[in-house]
């Protein structure tokens, strides 16, 4: 058995496809480092190809299209510290490729449709995310994708979204109760907008978990309603609402945070960061220097990117508890 200073973090990151996964993978690298991290999309552990999948009349997110016998055992190992022949699912060819050898790393990445679907893997997850992305907001996303890159029809995508419908609600969706973290993306409610220029973007934190204390506005537990712009904040019409306060989810206590809106100027985030408190920052300002970083990743600029960077700096946080310890990440903080 490895022991705490060589333990290797499972940390899983659930969602439907095009929901913003490759982004938060690669806010990930930023904190972790590239050496450090390694990413497995469970994609490939498909017992099905695409080709043995419309014969059986199943799509991808259903359970009997995957191995997860084979999965729970593979990331078991990885946590152990052995080495793994993993499958590759082609996602050009659709087909099962010859495995390639994966060997554990301080931190694994388990991304894809089920990370926490199954009760084995999810017992070995360190730390969950799951992307919720709202039907409003998807429909907006895979237009501007599908439409433009694609050139599918209106038609077409809403159609593919519904035949996905009844999986996702059964198989996907579920995942958000284990969650200790999900990033809720939602229609502003601040204008009428029907292109999606603004979004309203909730992290939902878990309470109670080892290793993860919720960041909060302001005053810890209450119940607060700020809108930021003025003096501080560059703001154009509509503007930025943020939101905090305690609440349940799936009969869990959770906190939540919540912005939205647009920002103007990514360079004035440091006023909005200085309001918030346990956000696993280890210097006066690394939130806004990580999302100025990469201002031009989809996101950047609304609650998607800020969010994306504070939990990717809670999960840093935790996986320091984890390896190094309670005492020494304690330090860290008020250092």
């Known amino acids: 058995m490895t022991s705490q200073t060589d333990r290797v973090v499972i ?6 496809s095009g929901c913003g996964k490759s982004t938060f993978l690669r806010r990930l690298i930023d904190l972790f480092g590239e050496e450090f991290m390694t990413v497995i999309c469970l994609d490939d552990y498909h017992s099905l190809d695409r080709k043995g999948r419309k014969v059986a009349g199943v799509t991808a997110l259903n359970p009997k299209a995957n191995n997860f016998d084979l999965m729970a055992e ?6 152990n510290g052995k080495g793994i022949d993993k499958p590759i699912y082609n996602h050009e060819t659709g087909e099962l490729d010859p495995p390639e050898r994966v060997e554990p790393n301080k931190v694994i990445v388990i991304e894809g449709l089920h990370p926490l679907y199954d009760e084995r893997v999810r017992e ?8 919720d992305i709202s039907d409003e907001v ?9 439409m433009a890159e694609r050139g599918h029809t ?9 035949a996905r419908k009844p999986d996702f609600s059964a198989y996907i969706e579920p995942q958000r109760e284990f969650a200790d973290v999900v990033i809720q993306v939602l229609p502003t409610q601040l204008v009428e907008d029907k292109e999606g220029k603004y979004l309203r973007v909730r992290l939902i934190q878990k309470e109670g978990v080892e290793g993860f204390e919720p960041a909060y506005l302001f005053d810890e537990g209450s119940t607060i309603d700020w809108r930021p712009c003025g003096r501080k904040l560059t703001c154009n019409y509509p503007g930025i609402k943020m939101y905090y306060g305690p609440d349940n989810y799936f009969g869990n206590e959770v906190s939540v945070l919540e912005v939205d809106g647009k920002f103007d100027n990514l360079e004035e985030m440091i006023y909005i960061e200085s309001h918030l408190s346990k956000t696993g920052t280890k210097y006066y300002g690394e939130m806004t220097e990580l999302l100025l970083k990469h201002k031009d990743y989809p996101g950047s600029e609304n609650g998607t990117g800020l969010f994306q960077v504070l939990v990717g700096l809670k999960m840093r946080q935790t996986y320091e508890y984890l390896t190094v310890g309670k005492e020494a990440v304690a330090v860290a903080a008020e250092a």
Do not use: H, P, T
């Not at 593979?74 to 946590?79: A, E, F, M, N, T």
């Not at 070995?124 to 992307?131: E, H, I, N, S």
């Not at 998807?138 to 599908?146: E, H, M």
């Not at 209106?154 to 519904?162: F, G």
């Open 11 to 16: 940390i899983g990151v659930a969602g439907d």
């Open 124 to 131: 070995l997850v360190d730390f969950g995310v799951y992307l």
């Open 138 to 146: 998807k429909i907006q996303w895979k237009i501007q994708r599908d």
């Open 154 to 162: 209106y038609e077409d995508i809403l159609a593919s979204i519904n």
């Open 74 to 79: 593979q990331i078991r190992d990885l946590k």
